[in-house]
Protein backbone atom coordinates (compact mmCIF):
# COMPACT_ATOMS: atom_id res chain seq x y z
CA UNK A 1 0.00 0.00 0.00
CA UNK A 2 2.88 2.76 0.70
CA UNK A 3 4.15 1.87 -2.95
CA UNK A 4 0.84 2.72 -4.50
CA UNK A 5 -0.61 5.76 -5.59
CA UNK A 6 -3.87 5.41 -3.44
CA UNK A 7 -1.97 7.20 -0.76
CA UNK A 8 0.47 9.96 -0.74
CA UNK A 9 2.02 8.84 2.70
CA UNK A 10 5.82 8.41 3.01
CA UNK A 11 6.10 6.42 5.41
CA UNK A 12 3.57 4.17 7.81
CA UNK A 13 4.50 3.48 11.30
CA UNK A 14 2.45 0.61 13.26
CA UNK A 15 2.68 0.36 17.27
CA UNK A 16 1.64 -3.18 18.68
CA UNK A 17 0.26 -3.18 21.68
CA UNK A 18 2.16 -4.31 25.15
CA UNK A 19 -0.48 -6.97 26.08
CA UNK A 20 -2.61 -5.41 29.29
CA UNK A 21 -1.43 -1.74 28.23
CA UNK A 22 -4.16 -0.92 25.94
CA UNK A 23 -6.09 1.15 26.81
CA UNK A 24 -7.57 3.63 23.99
CA UNK A 25 -10.00 6.40 23.73
CA UNK A 26 -12.17 4.59 20.96
CA UNK A 27 -12.55 1.93 24.44
CA UNK A 28 -15.17 4.32 25.82
CA UNK A 29 -17.14 4.10 22.33
CA UNK A 30 -16.87 0.17 22.03
CA UNK A 31 -18.68 0.48 25.57
CA UNK A 32 -21.32 2.63 24.54
CA UNK A 33 -22.13 0.23 21.34
CA UNK A 34 -21.79 -2.67 23.80
CA UNK A 35 -24.57 -0.87 25.84
CA UNK A 36 -26.92 0.36 22.82
CA UNK A 37 -26.84 -3.54 20.97
CA UNK A 38 -27.85 -4.88 25.30
CA UNK A 39 -30.77 -1.94 25.34
CA UNK A 40 -32.12 -2.69 22.03
CA UNK A 41 -32.69 -6.31 23.18
CA UNK A 42 -32.65 -8.97 19.92
CA UNK A 43 -30.49 -8.54 17.15
CA UNK A 44 -32.04 -10.64 14.29
CA UNK A 45 -29.68 -9.56 11.27
CA UNK A 46 -27.34 -6.97 10.28
CA UNK A 47 -30.18 -3.77 10.18
CA UNK A 48 -30.80 -4.86 13.52
CA UNK A 49 -27.55 -4.21 13.92
CA UNK A 50 -26.71 -1.17 12.36
CA UNK A 51 -29.26 0.48 13.79
CA UNK A 52 -28.14 -0.24 17.31
CA UNK A 53 -24.71 1.28 16.61
CA UNK A 54 -26.26 3.75 15.17
CA UNK A 55 -28.34 4.93 18.14
CA UNK A 56 -25.53 4.80 20.32
CA UNK A 57 -24.95 7.91 22.76
CA UNK A 58 -21.25 9.25 22.00
CA UNK A 59 -20.35 12.75 22.38
CA UNK A 60 -18.76 12.93 19.61
CA UNK A 61 -21.23 11.19 16.62
CA UNK A 62 -19.68 9.02 14.34
CA UNK A 63 -21.50 7.75 11.16
CA UNK A 64 -21.87 4.03 10.52
CA UNK A 65 -20.49 3.09 7.14
CA UNK A 66 -22.04 -0.34 5.76
CA UNK A 67 -19.10 -1.89 4.16
CA UNK A 68 -20.25 -3.54 0.79
CA UNK A 69 -17.73 -6.29 -1.02
CA UNK A 70 -16.07 -3.63 -3.57
CA UNK A 71 -14.76 -2.26 -0.15
CA UNK A 72 -12.89 -5.24 -0.04
CA UNK A 73 -9.42 -6.06 -2.21
CA UNK A 74 -7.72 -8.67 -3.67
CA UNK A 75 -4.30 -8.45 -2.27
CA UNK A 76 -1.66 -10.66 -3.85
CA UNK A 77 0.70 -12.93 -1.90
CA UNK A 78 4.26 -11.55 -2.91
CA UNK A 79 5.96 -13.76 -0.28
CA UNK A 80 9.26 -15.55 -1.59
CA UNK A 81 8.46 -18.46 0.54
CA UNK A 82 12.32 -19.36 0.34
CA UNK A 83 13.44 -16.27 1.69
CA UNK A 84 11.33 -17.07 4.46
CA UNK A 85 12.31 -20.42 5.08
CA UNK A 86 16.05 -19.65 4.44
CA UNK A 87 15.75 -17.16 7.69
CA UNK A 88 16.74 -18.89 10.73
CA UNK A 89 16.54 -15.25 12.86
CA UNK A 90 12.63 -14.39 11.48
CA UNK A 91 10.64 -12.81 13.89
CA UNK A 92 7.83 -13.57 15.28
CA UNK A 93 4.84 -11.32 15.41
CA UNK A 94 4.10 -11.77 18.63
CA UNK A 95 7.38 -10.26 19.44
CA UNK A 96 7.34 -7.35 16.93
CA UNK A 97 6.70 -3.82 19.08
CA UNK A 98 7.31 -1.48 15.66
CA UNK A 99 6.43 -2.02 12.30
CA UNK A 100 8.28 0.42 9.65
CA UNK A 101 6.84 1.05 5.83
CA UNK A 102 8.88 3.35 3.73
CA UNK A 103 7.75 4.56 -0.06
CA UNK A 104 10.00 3.06 -2.77
CA UNK A 105 11.13 0.33 -0.35
CA UNK A 106 10.85 -3.32 -0.96
CA UNK A 107 11.82 -3.96 2.95
CA UNK A 108 10.02 -3.55 5.69
CA UNK A 109 11.46 -2.68 8.98
CA UNK A 110 10.71 -3.53 12.29
CA UNK A 111 11.55 -3.42 16.32
CA UNK A 112 11.48 -5.61 18.70
CA UNK A 113 10.82 -2.68 21.67
CA UNK A 114 10.04 0.84 21.82
CA UNK A 115 13.16 1.43 23.32
CA UNK A 116 14.23 4.99 21.18
CA UNK A 117 18.11 3.10 21.41
CA UNK A 118 17.17 0.13 19.20
CA UNK A 119 17.74 -0.33 16.03
CA UNK A 120 15.16 -0.88 13.20
CA UNK A 121 16.42 -4.40 11.63
CA UNK A 122 15.23 -5.69 8.33
CA UNK A 123 12.58 -7.93 6.44
CA UNK A 124 13.28 -9.25 3.43
CA UNK A 125 10.37 -11.25 2.46
CA UNK A 126 8.86 -10.04 -0.80
CA UNK A 127 9.76 -12.42 -4.52
CA UNK A 128 11.95 -11.38 -6.89
CA UNK A 129 9.13 -10.36 -9.62
CA UNK A 130 7.99 -7.73 -6.74
CA UNK A 131 10.76 -6.02 -6.13
CA UNK A 132 11.07 -4.61 -9.46
CA UNK A 133 10.43 -0.74 -10.27
CA UNK A 134 7.23 -1.83 -12.02
CA UNK A 135 6.32 -4.00 -9.42
CA UNK A 136 6.00 -1.32 -7.05
CA UNK A 137 3.08 0.38 -8.17
CA UNK A 138 0.43 -2.79 -9.11
CA UNK A 139 -2.68 -1.89 -9.28
CA UNK A 140 -4.61 -3.77 -6.49
CA UNK A 141 -8.36 -4.99 -7.77
CA UNK A 142 -11.44 -5.24 -5.37
CA UNK A 143 -13.73 -7.86 -5.06
CA UNK A 144 -16.06 -8.49 -8.30
CA UNK A 145 -18.77 -9.86 -6.55
CA UNK A 146 -19.53 -11.39 -2.71
CA UNK A 147 -17.48 -14.82 -1.52
CA UNK A 148 -20.74 -16.15 -0.16
CA UNK A 149 -20.79 -18.88 2.26
CA UNK A 150 -20.71 -22.75 1.79
CA UNK A 151 -24.37 -23.69 0.62
CA UNK A 152 -24.77 -26.45 3.51
CA UNK A 153 -23.35 -23.81 6.45
CA UNK A 154 -25.93 -21.45 5.61
CA UNK A 155 -28.54 -23.94 4.76
CA UNK A 156 -27.55 -25.41 8.10
CA UNK A 157 -28.06 -21.89 9.86
CA UNK A 158 -31.21 -20.73 7.94
CA UNK A 159 -32.60 -24.63 9.53
CA UNK A 160 -31.09 -23.56 13.06
CA UNK A 161 -32.66 -19.88 13.01
CA UNK A 162 -36.06 -21.54 11.82
CA UNK A 163 -38.26 -21.08 14.95
CA UNK A 164 -35.68 -18.88 16.82
CA UNK A 165 -36.57 -15.81 15.11
CA UNK A 166 -39.74 -14.82 13.46
CA UNK A 167 -40.47 -15.44 9.75
CA UNK A 168 -40.18 -11.87 8.25
CA UNK A 169 -36.66 -11.69 9.47
CA UNK A 170 -35.55 -14.81 8.36
CA UNK A 171 -35.48 -12.92 5.36
CA UNK A 172 -31.54 -11.45 5.91
CA UNK A 173 -30.13 -15.14 5.99
CA UNK A 174 -32.00 -16.60 3.21
CA UNK A 175 -30.37 -14.27 0.89
CA UNK A 176 -27.07 -14.44 1.65
CA UNK A 177 -24.74 -15.32 -1.06
CA UNK A 178 -23.21 -18.84 -1.29
CA UNK A 179 -20.62 -20.33 -2.66
CA UNK A 180 -19.51 -23.55 -3.54
CA UNK A 181 -19.13 -26.32 -0.61
CA UNK A 182 -15.10 -27.13 -0.11
Known amino acids: MINSAEISASEIVVNYFEPGHS ?7 YHQ ?10 IYDFD ?3 KAVSKCRIKNKFQVKIMNFIDFYLWKDLISHQKVKRDSN ?10 KASRGSFFLKY ?3 FDSNEEFKTLDFLCKKAMKKSGLFIPIACLSEPRGFPKS ?17 QIFWENLPECEDQ
Open 23 to 29: FMAADSS
Open 33 to 42: IEFSLRRQGR
Open 48 to 50: DFV
Open 90 to 99: RPLLANIKQL
Open 111 to 113: KNS
Open 153 to 169: KKENLVKLLNGIIPASR
